[in-house]
Nanobody
Framework: QVQLVESGGGSVQAGDSLRLSCAASGRTFSGSAMGWFRQAPGKERWFVARINWNGGSTYYADSMKGRFTISRDIAKNTVYLQINSLKPEDTAVYYC??????????????WGQGTQVTVSS
């Protein structure tokens, strides 16, 4: 199975930048993908970005385009989420997930515990 551990969160001021990391262990498969999600207090967990592990193709939620960049380091089995120009509304727990394409789209089978990002104005 796959284990995911997020890191890199913290308390920052608006306008700052953060790079979140997700270290993965376990087997990976062709066609697998890694994704980032976030959940603000009292809100539903929402998709942020996705990256195909092998091909490196990326996809972002429309609201996340511009300030968010997902990338991976295959050698380190690590996925990153770079967030620039952080805003208070970015405050959330950010989760890393691993999955693959399914009949209804991507199926996220493994989740990390999350890393807290708090942005103050």
């Amino acid at each position: 199975q796959v284990q995911l551990v997020e890191s890199g969160g913290g308390s920052v001021q608006a306008g700052d930048s953060l790079r979140l990391s997700c270290a993965a262990s376990g087997r990976t498969f062709s066609g697998s993908a890694m994704g980032w999600f976030r959940q603000a207090p009292g809100k539903e967990r929402w998709f942020v970005a996705r990256i195909n592990w092998n091909g490196g193709s990326t996809y972002y939620a429309d609201s996340m385009k511009g300030r968010f960049t997902i990338s991976r380091d295959i050698a380190k089995n690590t996925v990153y989420l770079q967030i620039n120009s952080l805003k208070p509304e970015d405050t959330a727990v950010y989760y890393c997930a691993a999955g693959e394409i399914g009949v209804r789209g991507y199926e996220w089978h493994y989740w990390g515990q999350g890393t807290q990002v708090t942005v103050s104005s």
